[in-house]
């Protein structure tokens, strides 16, 4: 899991997204020239909803290129899955993905220090980039969400530069072992107990334990999954 070439680094504009056209910054295109990354992310990359996308502890998105073969594999021909980009991320890569990489893995990415902040939680601009209605929930059904980062270190990164990494904080929590608490075993008290007390994962992914311990109930993904209507 070290040096890892990028495959694309992207950033993107706010702009109309589908049918809804609904303002994001999910379609990100790839840069050839340096970006200086900052806490809040890439000098650049800007999001429609700064209330649920971006910020400290998104600050870059990476998702596996590894996935798309088992995309087309689902879903056949689709332009989008040609190459990298199709899910919005900031850092594309062969070679990682949720089974290995962990909350509190630690990365050079150029100049700049990045460490593994949570899972992605997909939403309906999914299905509204790949005009599919059950795409988010795809992506979270099937565990290919990505991840984010944050910074700990600003610097500079190049389209040319390596992942490299430096440090495992908390090994054993993966993003898998993480994802399968969230949505396939909801409920396991001991599991949500454990994340709630991690201290590497965002403070929002800790809250949403926390609060499903409380109620012991899991929360509707309906409005988050389907679409701004539902």
């Known amino acids: 899991m070290t040096g890892m070439p990028l495959l694309s680094l992207r950033i993107g504009e706010v702009a109309p997204l589908g049918l809804h056209g609904a303002p994001s910054g ?116 099937t565990g290919r969400t990505g991840w984010y980062y944050r910074v700990l270190t600003p610097g500079i990164v190049a389209p040319q530069d390596r992942l490299t990494l430096l440090d495992r904080r908390s090994p054993d929590w993966t993003l898998k072992r993480v994802w399968r608490t969230f949505y396939v075993d909801p409920l396991n008290r001991a599991e949500l107990a454990r994340i709630a007390a991690l201290d590497r994962l965002a403070e929002g992914w800790r809250g949403h334990a926390a609060r499903r311990l409380a109620s012991n109930r899991v929360e509707d993904w309906t409005r988050r999954l389907d679409s701004p209507q539902a």
């Open 26 to 141: 999910i379609v990100k295109l790839a840069v050839t020239a340096p970006l200086t990354l900052s806490e809040t992310g890439l000098a650049g990359d800007k999001q429609g909803d700064t209330v649920r996308h971006g910020g400290p502890e998104k600050a870059v998105h990476h998702y596996p290129f590894d996935h798309y073969g088992a995309w087309r594999s689902d879903f056949g021909h689709h332009a989008l899955l040609a190459g990298p980009g199709a899910f919005g991320e900031n850092i594309s890569t062969i070679g990682l993905d949720e089974e290995t990489v962990a909350i509190g893995d630690v990365f050079s990415l150029g100049t700049a220090i990045v460490e593994v902040s949570q899972g992605r939680q997909p939403c309906w601009k999914l299905n509204e980039r790949f005009g599919r209605s059950d795409m988010a929930r795809q992506v979270q059904s």
